[in-house]
């Protein structure tokens, strides 16, 4: 309902501008997108899972998409939980960063503003060995 008298068909269509719209009805009927991974970002994370796969320490993933944020779960065997995840939140994109690698504990292992920084913490470090 609004404030506004009855027109004939004709005139309503020239009036539509003057309907007034309470903005929290608005807002509340239209659903948040969810948060995805962009086709760059799963590249990167897809090319270090490929990686861990050929080497035998990862078997299996799944990607999830919330409103909040995206998250892209790796695992060891499909049954368990995973081992990492790998989370993009953009709510804190201007704070700590949007992308964020978690251990199974919960445990924050990087967090950055760039994808591809975040990921370096799957990089193997060679070590020294003597003999």
């Known amino acids: 309902m609004t404030d506004q008298p009855d027109l004939p068909p004709g005139e309503a269509a020239a009036q539509r501008s003057n309907v007034v719209v309470d903005l929290r009805d608005y807002r509340s009927n239209k659903d948040?997108?969810?948060?995805?991974f962009h086709r760059k970002e799963l590249d990167l994370i897809l090319r270090i899972y490929g990686r861990m796969v050929g080497e035998g320490e990862w078997r299996d993933y799944a990607i999830d998409h919330s409103p909040e944020k995206a998250v892209f779960s790796i695992f060891k065997r499909s049954g368990e939980m995973p081992l990492y995840r790998v989370e993009k939140n953009p709510k804190l994109?201007?704070?700590q960063g949007a992308y964020s690698v978690v251990n199974t504990h919960g445990l924050i292992l990087k967090r950055g503003r760039e994808l591809q920084q975040v990921l370096k913490v799957f990089d193997k470090v060679l070590k020294l060995v003597e003999t």
Not at 32 to 36: D, G, I, S
């Open 93 to 95: 994109a201007t704070r």
């Open 32 to 36: 948040p997108l969810p948060v995805t």
